[in-house]
C-alpha cells in the first residue's frame, strides 16, 4: 500500500506542470462525453477545475525557495527538426501566477449563471450551448497555464495563441449588445500584436540558434557579433525586442494600446469579464518580465524612460477615463488600465535600477505583486457588477443608486472590494503599489511624481462608484427588489477577499515566494 | 513585555469591528458589549503602558519598542520593511487622550443612538432615525438608530486605525492607521448615506484628504530613499537627518530633507484640514455627532499634527522653507477659521471652523519649534472639543426631543432658534461652559489656557508676525465662543422646540461630564515652571513627559551631533525653554477675556429672526465669512470643472474614442489593402509569412462579421483550429527550409 502511495506521489511531483497544465484541456475534452443536462455539465467542470487549484497549492508548497531559480522542470524532444521542445518549470514568478489563473478559473465558473441563453434570436441552438461555454473555458485555463509555464519561446507562443481564441468565442457568443463589434477588435487588436511577437521569436531561434529560455537566458544578452539576413545583430535585436514588447504592450495594456480593453471587458460575460482582468493582462505583464527584461536588458535600459512616461499616462488618463464613464462595468474595465500601468512602471525602474538594487528589486517584486493584487480585486469588482447587472439589467451608474439598505452583505462586499482596489492600506493593493513607488521614485520620481495625479483619481472613480450605487436615495423601481448578493457568490467572493487581506496584512509570505525569482 | 502590550492594543476593536459585522449585527445589546467591552481592553493596555513608560527612567534613552519584518528586501537584504511600536513621551500622551475620548465617545454613542428605544415604523436605514408612535401615545418619542450596530462596528475600526497609527514605529504602519481612519471617516459622513449632502460630504472628505496623502506617499518613498527603511527611529537618525539635509532634492533651493518635509506636510495639511485643504471639515458634520466628536475634532485631525510632531526631528533638519511654510499655513488657517466661525449659524459648524483654527494654533507651533506646546495643545484640545461636540449633540438631541414633543420639523442644528437652553437643560450647559471657556482659553482655570499660553509665548520669543496672527485669531476665538454660548443657552428660547428641550440620557450625561473635568483640570499638569506663583506647585508632567533631551535639532544641531555620533533616541526634539514674559501674559489674558466679554455684550439679548449684529457691522463680508470665504466655489472653478472637463472630453471623447478609436476604425476600412500592402511592400519572406497570417485573419474576420447570426459555435471552433493550425504548419515549413 505504502509502496502504492509512493509513486503516486512521486508521479505527481514530477509531472506536476504537467498535469495542472493539462487536466483542464482534458476535462473539456470529457465535457463532450457527459450527459447534456447542464447542472451535471457545471460540477464537472468546477470540479475539473479544481484539480489544478490543489496542484498548484501543492506547487506552492512543494517549491524549495531557498534553492529558488527553476523547478519542477519537464522536458521532452517535441519538434527536434526546428530545435523546439515540450519544456516546463516554475519559479517563484509564475508560480502565484499559476495560483492566481487555478484560483480565478473555478471562481467565475461558480458564478457562471447564464451560460444557457447566450444570444437571443431564433439561430440559438439552446442545447449544448452550456457544454461549449465550459469547454472554452476550460481550454482558456490551459492556454493560459501554458503561457506561464513554457520554458521554450515556441511553446510560449503557442500556448499565448491559444489563449485567444476561447476568449474570443466567449465574448462574441456570450457577451453584451456589442459584442461582435468588441470580439472582433480584441481578436484583431492582439493577433495583430502577436505578429511582431512570432516575428521575434523567429529571429531569436535564427540568430541564436535555440528556442530554450534557460539558455537564451545565457547567451542572448551576450551576443553581440553577427548578421542575420545581412542586417546587423543590433537592427536585429532591436526589431526582436520592439516585436515583442509591442505584443506584451497590447497585452498589458499600455496606453496608448488600450482601447481593445474597455470594449472587450464591458461586454464579455461575467465569468470572461473575470478571466480577462483578472488573468489575461497578466500575460502581457509575465512576458515584459520573462522574456523582454532578462533577454533584451540593453535594449529595455535604453527605452525604460519611454516606457515609464506610457505607463504613467495608462496611470493618469486611465483613471481618469474610469471616473468620466457612467456604465459600472466599463468603469471597472478603465480601472484596469489604471492599475496596470503600475506593472509597466516598476517593469521600467527596474530596468533602469537593475533589478539587484534596492530600488529595482522593490519596483519589480511591487509589479508582480500588483499583477496578483489587481488579478484579485479586478476578477472580484467584475463578479460583483456581474451580480449587479443579473438583478437590475442595469449598468447605469444613474439608474443605480441608495441600494445600500437593499442590498447590505453586497454593499459591504462591494466596499471592500472596492477600496482593494483604490489601494487602501491593510489590503493587497496596497502593498503593492507602494513597493513599485518607493522603487520608481529612486529612478524616475518626476514620473512618479506625476502617477500620483492618477491615484488621486483611482479614488474619484472608487468612490463615485459606491456613491452612485448603494449611496443617494433609492429610486423607486428598486423599492420592492431583491437584490442581495446569492450564496454563490459570496462563496466565490470570499477567497478573493481573503487573499486580498491577507497579502495587505502580511505580504511576506507571498513576497518570499516573488523573491526567489529575482536573484 | 510591555512591547507586546502595545503590539496588542490595537487588535481588539479589530476583532469587534470583524465580530459585529459578521456574527453579531442582528444584535444590538450583544454588539455595543463587544464593542465597549473590545475597546476596554484596548484602554487597560494603554494604561498599562503608559504606567510602564512612566516609570521607566529614560525613556528617551530606552523608548518602548519591538518590531518584526514586513517587507522582505532586496536580495543583499537592503530595503527591508520593519513595523513595530514604538512608545515614548509622545505616545503615551497622545495615546492616554485617545483612550479617554475613545472610551468616552463610544459610551456616549449608546446614548446618542437611542439604544433601548423602540424601532420607528417609518425608519429606514441611511436616514437619521424619525421617532416612533410606539406605545399608544400619541407623541413621539425618539427611535433607535435602524443602522445602530454598524456604527459600533465603524467606530471600532475607526478605533483600531487611531491606535494603530499612534503606536507605530514606522512610517507603513502609521500610513495604514491614517488610511484607515479616512475610510471610517468617509464611512461615517456618510452614515446617512440616502440624504444627498451625506453623500457628497463624504467623497469630498475623502478626496480633499486624499490629496495630502498621495504627496506624502511621495515624502515616505523619500524618506525610504535615504535611509532604506520605513522605520522612524532609522528615518530620524541624525546621520540619516544630516545626509537628507546635505542632498539636493531636484527643486531648487530646497533640500531633500526639505521636499520630504514639506510632502509629510501636505499629507498633515489634508488630514488636519488646514488651509488650503480645510474645506472637508464643516461638511464633515453631516456624521452623526458622536463621529464629529470623535474622528472630526478629537482624534482623527490630530493625527496630522501627531505626524509632524513623530518626525519633528525631521521638520528641525529640513529648516527655513518646510519650518515657514508650516508656521504661515497654521498660522494662517488658525486666523481664516476663526473669523469664518464668526459668521456660522450652526452649532456644529461652528465648531468645526474652530477645529480647523485650533489645529491650526498646532501646525504653526511645530512650524515655530514649540513641539512641547503644539502636543500639549493637541492634547487639551482633544478634551475641549470632544466635549463641545458632545455638548452640541446633547443640545440638538435635546431640541430634537423638543421639536418631536412639538410634532413640528425645526432646524435642530441652528443656533438662532435655540437660546435659553441653560434653564432646560443644566448639566448639558454646565459642560459646555467649561468646554467653551477651555476653547477662548479663560485665565488660569482651564486647560486650553495652559496650552495655547504656552504657544502664543513661544511665538513671542520667535516670531512676532506669528504671535500676532495667533493672538488676533484667539480673540476671535473667545467672541465666537461667547456668541455662541450666548445664543444657545442664555436669553430666551427662540422656538417651541428649545422650549420643550429636554436632558438626554445618563449615556450621553456621564461622558460629557467625564470629559468637563478633563478639560478643565487636564492643563494644570503642564503649568510652566517658571510660571508666577502657579508655577511649580503642579509638577510640570507635560513639560517632563515631551521635553527630555531639551535640545533644539536645528541644522547645526545635526551637524554637531554627527560629529560626536551620539545616537538620538528621543523622536521628540523641543527648543530651549521658553522664557516667560509678562507681555505675552497679558495679551493672552486681554484676548481672551476681552472676546469672551464682547460676545457676551453683544449677543446676551439676541432676538428671534433678528439680524444677527455681526451682519449688521460687517455687511456683506458677512455673508462672505458665511459661505466660509466661498472656498468650495473658487475650487470648483479651479479644479473640479476642468477635471471634469478634462477626463470627459479629452480623455474619454477625444483621446480614446476619436483619436485612438479612430485610426483604428481607419485601419480597419483599410484593412484589406494594408495586407497587400505589406505584402507587396516588403520584401523579407519572414515578414512575407506573417503578413499572409493578417491577410488571413482579416478575411477570417470578415466571414466571421457576415455569418454572425448563424451561431454555431463549433463552426468557429472548427474554423479558428485550423486557420491556426495552417499558420502553424506554415510557420514550421519557413522554419524547416
Known sequence: ?519 | MLATIAFLIPLPPLAAFAVILLFTRRHRALSTAVAVGMLALSVCGALIVAAGALRTADLAGNPIAESIPWIPGAADGSGAIRIGVWVDGLTVLTLCFVAVTLFAIFIYSIGYHNFGAPEGRQDVPGLPPHGSTAGGDARRVPSVEPLYTRFFAFISLFAFGMLLLVLSDNLATLFIGWEVMGLCSYLLIGFWFARERARRAAVKAFLVTRIGDVLMLLGLALCWQFSRSLSLREILDPENLARMAAATSGVPGLSAAGLTALLLLAGTIGKSAQWPLHIWLPDAMEGPTPVSALIHAATMVSAGVYLLLRTAPLLSAAGAPATDAAAFVGAFTALLAAAIALAQTDIKRVLAYSTISQLGYMVAAAGIGAYTAAAFHLAMHAFFKGLLFLGAGSVIHGVDHGAMHEGRETDTQDMRVMGGLAGRMPVTFAAFLAGGLSLAGFPLLTAGFWSKDEILAAAWNTSTAVFIVLAAAALLTAFYTARQIALVFLGRPRSAAAAHAAEPSRWMLAPIAVLAVFAVTAGWAGIPDNFPILGGVIPNGIERLLHPAAQPLSSAAVANLMETRQPICCILAAPEKTPFSYAALMVSFLVSLGGLLLGWLVYRRYQAEQKDPLERLLGPAFGFLQAGCRFDDLYRILFAVPARWIADVVVSDWIDRRILDGALHAAGRAAGGVGRLLRNGIDLPLINGAADRIAGGTRRAGAELRSLQSGRVQEYLLIGLLVFTACGAALVWRMLN
Do not use: C
Not at chain 1, 447564464?114 to 441552438?125: I, K, L, S, T
Not at chain 1, 470594449?263 to 523582454?292: C, N, Q, W
Open chain 1, 1 to 519: 500500500m505504502e509502496n502504492v502511495e509512493l509513486i503516486v506521489t512521486d508521479f505527481i511531483l514530477d509531472h506536476l506542470l504537467s498535469l495542472i497544465l493539462w487536466t483542464p484541456a482534458l476535462a473539456a475534452a470529457l465535457l463532450f462525453l457527459l450527459p447534456g443536462r447542464e447542472r451535471i455539465l457545471k460540477a464537472f467542470a468546477i470540479g475539473a477545475s479544481l484539480v489544478p487549484l490543489v496542484l498548484s497549492v501543492i506547487l506552492w508548497a512543494a517549491y524549495d525557495g531557498a534553492a529558488a531559480g527553476f523547478q519542477f522542470e519537464e522536458r521532452l524532444t517535441w519538434y527536434a527538426a526546428i530545435g523546439s521542445d515540450y519544456h516546463l518549470a516554475a519559479d517563484g514568478l509564475s508560480i502565484p501566477l499559476v495560483l492566481l489563473t487555478t484560483l480565478i478559473t473555478p471562481l467565475a465558473l461558480v458564478v457562471a449563471a447564464n451560460v444557457r441563453e447566450p444570444r437571443p434570436g431564433p439561430a440559438v441552438a439552446g442545447r449544448g450551448k452550456a457544454r461549449i461555454f465550459l469547454a472554452l473555458f476550460l481550454l482558456l485555463e490551459t492556454g493560459m497555464l501554458g503561457v506561464f509555464l513554457s520554458m521554450d519561446l515556441l511553446l510560449f507562443f503557442i500556448f499565448w495563441e491559444v489563449g485567444l481564441v476561447p476568449m474570443f468565442f466567449l465574448i462574441q457568443q456570450w457577451g453584451g449588445e456589442k459584442r461582435d463589434y468588441a470580439a472582433l477588435k480584441f481578436l484583431l487588436y492582439t493577433m495583430g500584436a502577436s505578429l511582431g511577437f512570432l516575428l521575434a521569436i523567429q529571429v531569436i531561434r535564427l540568430a541564436a540558434g535555440s528556442f530554450d529560455l534557460p539558455s537564451l537566458y545565457a547567451s542572448w544578452p551576450a551576443l553581440a557579433e553577427g548578421t542575420l539576413f545581412g542586417l546587423p545583430l543590433s537592427t536585429v535585436k532591436a526589431l526582436a525586442f520592439w516585436g515583442l514588447t509591442i505584443a506584451f504592450a497590447v497585452k498589458v495594456p499600455l496606453w496608448p494600446f488600450h482601447t481593445w480593453l474597455p470594449d472587450a471587458h464591458t461586454e464579455a460575460p461575467t465569468a470572461g469579464s473575470m478571466i480577462l482582468a483578472g488573468v489575461l493582462l497578466k500575460l502581457g505583464g509575465y512576458g515584459f518580465i520573462r522574456l523582454v527584461l532578462p533577454l533584451f536588458p540593453d535594449e529595455i535600459g535604453q527605452f525604460a524612460p519611454a516606457l515609464a512616461v506610457l505607463a504613467v499616462a495608462a496611470i493618469v488618463l486611465g483613471a481618469l477615463a474610469a471616473w468620466s464613464q457612467n456604465d459600472f462595468k466599463r468603469l471597472v474595465a478603465y480601472s484596469s488600465v489604471n492599475h496596470m500601468g503600475f506593472v509597466i512602471l516598476g517593469v521600467a525602474a527596474a530596468a533602469l535600477a537593475g533589478a539587484e538594487t534596492a530600488a529595482g528589486s522593490f519596483a519589480l517584486r511591487g509589479a508582480v505583486l500588483q499583477m496578483f493584487t489587481h488579478g484579485l480585486s479586478a476578477a472580484g469588482m467584475f463578479l460583483l457588477v456581474g451580480a449587479l447587472y443579473d438583478r437590475t439589467h442595469t449598468r447605469d451608474l444613474e439608474e443605480l443608486g441608495g441600494l445600500f439598505p437593499r442590498a447590505p452583505v453586497y454593499g459591504g462586499i462591494l466596499i471592500f472590494t472596492a477600496m482593494a482596489s483604490l489601494g487602501l492600506p491593510g489590503l493587497g493593493g496596497f502593498v503593492s503599489e507602494v513597493m513599485v513607488i518607493l522603487g520608481s521614485w529612486r529612478v524616475f520620481p518626476l514620473l512618479t511624481g506625476i502617477a500620483m495625479i492618477g491615484l488621486f483619481f483611482t479614488g474619484a472613480y472608487i468612490l463615485k462608484a459606491i456613491g452612485k450605487v448603494l449611496h443617494g436615495a433609492l429610486p423607486k423601481r428598486w423599492k420592492d427588489a431583491s437584490l442581495e448578493i446569492g450564496l454563490r457568490e459570496r462563496l466565490a467572493m470570499a477567497p478573493l477577499m481573503i487573499l486580498l487581506l491577507a497579502i495587505g496584512v502580511w505580504p511576506v509570505w507571498i513576497l518570499k515566494m516573488i523573491g526567489t525569482a529575482m536573484r
